[in-house]
Every structure is written in C-alpha cells, then in structure tokens.
C-alpha cells in the first residue's frame, strides 16, 4: 500500500475491531426476550423531562402553584427513570465486547451522564421550595436539559440505527 492510500475499515489486517471475532458480539444483554430494556427505559425520562419544560412554561404564563408542583413530580420521576436507563445502559456498555469497542458509546455515555446530572440539578433545585425555584433558573434549566435529552436520544439513535449496537445485527 502506498503511502497516500486509505486503510480500508472491515479489513481485518487493518482494522483490529474487525480482526477479532468477540468485537463482532454486539448482541444486547439486558433485554426481555430480545428486547433490550433500555430502549424500552429511555422513553420515560425523555418524555417526563419535555413534561417538566412544559409546567414550567404553564406556571410562567398562569402563575398557578400546580404547575410546579406537576414540574417538581415531572423531574423526580424523570430523574429516577433516567437513572434505571443509565444503568441498564451501563451494564450494557461493560458488558458486551462489541459496544464497549466502539468509541461512539463512551460519547452516548459522556453525553447522557451529563444529561442525568442536568437532571439532577434540576430535581435538586427545586426541593428546596418548587415554587420559588422556576423562575429563572428552573425553566432555565429545563430548557437546557431538553436540548441535552434530544441529543442523548439522537445520540442513542445512532447507535442503533447506524452502528447496529444492541442489535444483534453486523456492527459497522
Ligand atoms: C448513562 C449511561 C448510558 C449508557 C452507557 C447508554 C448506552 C446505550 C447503548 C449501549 C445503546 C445501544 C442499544 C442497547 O444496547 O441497549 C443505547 C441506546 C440508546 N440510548 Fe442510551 N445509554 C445511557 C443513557 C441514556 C439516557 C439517559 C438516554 C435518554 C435520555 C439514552 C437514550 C438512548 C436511546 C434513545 C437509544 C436508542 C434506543 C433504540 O432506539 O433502540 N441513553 N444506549
């Protein structure tokens, strides 16, 4: 090979992801028949932290003291579900060969546990009095979190979709 041409990725002389068999295992582990248990997990703390973004601009426009409380529960419980999601990831991650090889999920695993620290800030924040703590820094905060969320699903999306990660099918 000269020196101007490009190794060619799936060579295994070149490509030491392809060389070995076991990091072609990519297979999920924590699953319900197949299943994986964290793409089933992920939708709560992605939905519950849109619904705390969504109080939070209700108790901005009608003042009304349910709204945050509804955005106080919204983020406890997307917090909590977001950390079952985290771990079932995590296992995953450690897990099996085939994931844990590809540096694209350690970037899915620095981005959410960003995301789940933003969660948590935003659940903490408010127990110290839920009303008071929306304005400005709780809606402020809940609008940051909803960004990092759709890039942590997006993220996640591309495990699956372009990387084939938990699949079962051939990793790319
Ligand atoms: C904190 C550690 C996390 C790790 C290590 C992790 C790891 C993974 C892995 C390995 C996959 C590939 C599919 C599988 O094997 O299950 C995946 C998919 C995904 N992850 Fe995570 N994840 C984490 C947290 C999160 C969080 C907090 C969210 C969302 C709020 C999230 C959203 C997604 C989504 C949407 C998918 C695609 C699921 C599908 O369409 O089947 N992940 N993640």
Redesign the pocket.
């Known amino acids: 090979m000269s020196g101007r041409e490009k190794p060619r990725t799936g060579d295994a002389d070149l490509d030491a992801l392809h060389a070995e068999e076991v990091f072609s295992d990519t297979d999920?582990r924590?699953a319900v028949a197949g299943h994986?248990i964290?793409?089933m997990l992920?939708a709560f703390?992605?939905a519950l932290t849109v619904c705390t973004f969504g109080a939070d601009l209700f108790y901005w426009w009608t003042g009304d003291p349910f709204w945050a409380r509804v955005a106080l529960w919204a983020i406890g419980a997307g917090f909590l579900m977001?950390l079952l999601?985290?771990l079932t990831?995590?296992v995953?991650?450690l897990l099996?060969p085939g994931?844990r090889s590809r540096p694209p999920?350690w970037t899915?695993?620095v981005i959410?546990?960003s995301?789940?620290s933003m969660l948590g800030a935003n659940f903490g924040l408010r127990l110290g009095g839920y009303e008071a703590a929306v304005l400005p820094f709780g809606i402020l905060l809940s609008a940051l979190c909803v960004g990092f969320?759709g890039l942590?699903?997006w993220h996640?999306?591309k495990?699956?979709?372009d990387y084939r990660?938990?699949t079962g099918g051939t990793a790319s």
């Open positions: 999920t924590i994986p964290h793409a992920v703390p992605i977001g999601a985290g990831g995590t995953e991650l099996v994931i999920s899915h695993f959410a546990m995301l789940l969320t942590t699903g996640g999306g495990l699956v979709f990660l938990g």
